[in-house]
């Protein structure tokens, strides 16, 4: 990878003028469009359906991009934008009637056919390697033919998974939040080089989950860093109040808020130990926060700046949590520049997907 196509993330708060015609020649790989509607572009995007919180910003795009100009293409029902080296898309897929009567549910067949779609694409594009997931799900807490739909959802995600053969030990950072309408909506990031997997001690692995939480296991890493040319890029995965495989502290948000900070603090350090150049800190990511209830945003951001500092970069929004007794959820990423004479760790021979 040339030094001018390593990854980079920045945010707008509002639009450019005349809308989104940014010119394809910055090497836009895709964004994210937070708060109201955001006018089409052409390059991916992903439209979040969810409430900004705590100022008067109503709209928030966050892009990631490179040097390098983008080739843009549309495989099926996925608009993707590619470089040499990387791989953006985004799928938006209405739920349908179910096809057949022991297919599943229609959230369920929607979420398979939505990741069999990717996996396809990043085969017939050789990007194999998956490095981050952001899964926006309908309602998912509520409870159809006697399912939560977010374990509906993770039933057809696990069986493209095992229909395209990828381990779900190896499975992307990731993370899936609730909206109250719209389609089925994720966002990838997909790349050449395998990223490294790295799992938080303190909690079960999501992809072990005993079968009280569904009957397929979400297929998600809690964290994993890709390497980026001259760059090593921290994925931490949606973050909430579990330890071991259980919820903490329900009903109680500060103390939520006070478990996430001690998984991702964790989950830093060992990223640290993986990559010591790096010099990953609590206080040098990007966060993006999610509060099950707009009341609690006060009591969620004080906690965070007296836990991480003043500053901290975070975007707060009103989303569900994927456990309906979850009231926080965070996810995060840090992009440190290495070292001119500094090796990131060899990618392991195991494929990490």
């Not at 708060?35 to 089409?40: E, I, N």
């Not at 990631?64 to 791989?87: K, P, V, Y």
Request: charged share 20%.
């Amino acid at each position: 990878m040339s030094p001018e196509r390593s990854l980079q993330y920045f945010q707008h708060t509002t639009p450019t003028p005349g809308g989104l015609s940014m010119p394809d020649s910055v090497g836009i790989l895709g964004m994210s469009s937070l708060g109201r509607p955001a006018q089409p572009a052409a390059w991916p995007m992903q439209q979040v359906n969810t409430p900004l919180l705590g100022n008067s910003i109503e709209q928030l795009h966050e892009y990631w991009h490179s040097a390098t100009a983008c080739r843009r293409g549309q495989f099926q029902d996925i608009h993707f934008s590619a470089n040499e080296d990387l791989l953006y898309g985004v799928i938006n897929l209405e739920e349908e009637a179910a096809t057949a009567h022991d297919a599943g549910t229609a959230l369920q067949q929607a979420a398979e056919k939505a990741y069999r779609q990717l996996f396809s694409l990043l085969e017939a594009e050789n990007f194999p390697h998956l490095w981050r997931v952001w899964n926006y799900v309908p309602r998912i807490n509520a409870v159809e033919h006697g399912l939560e739909r977010y374990r509906q959802f993770n039933i057809g995600r696990h069986q493209a998974f095992d229909d395209f053969a990828r381990p779900v030990d190896s499975s992307p950072a990731a993370c899936a939040l609730g909206v109250e309408h719209g389609p089925l909506s994720i966002a990838f990031l997909a790349a050449r080089q395998a990223p490294h997997c790295i799992e938080n001690p303190r909690q079960t692995s999501a992809f072990a989950y005993p079968r009280q939480y569904g009957p397929r296991s979400p297929t998600f890493t809690r964290a994993a860093v890709a390497n980026s040319d001259k760059h090593d890029i921290l994925f931490i995965s949606g973050t909430a109040s579990i330890v071991g495989h259980g919820t903490a502290h329900i009903g109680d948000v500060v103390a939520q808020t006070r478990e996430t900070v001690a998984n991702i603090a964790v989950l830093v350090e060992q990223a640290r130990q993986l990559v010591p150049a790096a010099g990953y800190t609590l206080d040098g990511l990007d966060y993006r926060v999610y509060i099950r209830h707009a009341a609690d945003y006060p009591s969620v951001r004080n906690t965070l700046e007296q836990l991480i500092g003043p500053s901290i970069r975070a975007v707060y929004v009103q989303a569900d949590i994927c456990r309906s007794d979850l009231l926080v959820e965070v996810e995060a990423h840090g992009i440190a520049t290495r070292p001119e004479r500094s090796t990131s760790p060899q990618a392991s021979q195991t494929p990490r997907n």
